[in-house]
């Protein structure tokens, strides 16, 4: 099993930043991919950047030059640093983590963006 916990949430105005952490705990040899994904009311949970243990990484359209995802392999966490946030960011953010083809998921962390 593979423990999530998610940090970094909160409430923000449109323009600024948030850096969410996520820390992975239990079996943590053999995750490769760890990754972000949102989901905001109504809609369905779509990813939000994604990296591998080697440092692929991969964004959504809607975020790409603004937010950048990080791995501290040693520590076991993942990052995702939000700039330039708008209103349309405003979701709850859950952190992934696929080990051994099995996809691990924290509680979530609310992010809100005010206009």
């Known amino acids: 099993q593979v423990q999530l916990v998610e940090s970094g949430g909160g409430l923000v105005q449109a323009g600024g930043s948030l850096r969410l952490s996520c820390a992975a705990s239990?079996?943590?040899?053999?995750?490769?991919?760890m990754g972000w994904y949102c989901q905001a009311p109504g809609k369905e949970r779509e990813l939000v950047a994604r990296i591998t243990t080697s440092g692929t990484t991969n964004y959504a359209d809607s975020v790409k030059g603004r937010f950048t995802i990080s791995r501290d392999n040693a520590k076991n966490t993942v990052y995702l640093q939000m700039n330039s946030l708008s209103p349309e960011d405003t979701a709850v953010y859950y952190c992934?983590?696929?080990?051994?083809?099995?996809?691990?998921w924290g509680q979530g962390t609310q992010v809100t963006v005010s206009s």
């Open positions: 992934a983590a696929r080990r051994l083809l099995i996809d691990y």
């Open positions: 239990g079996s943590t040899v053999g995750i490769n991919a």
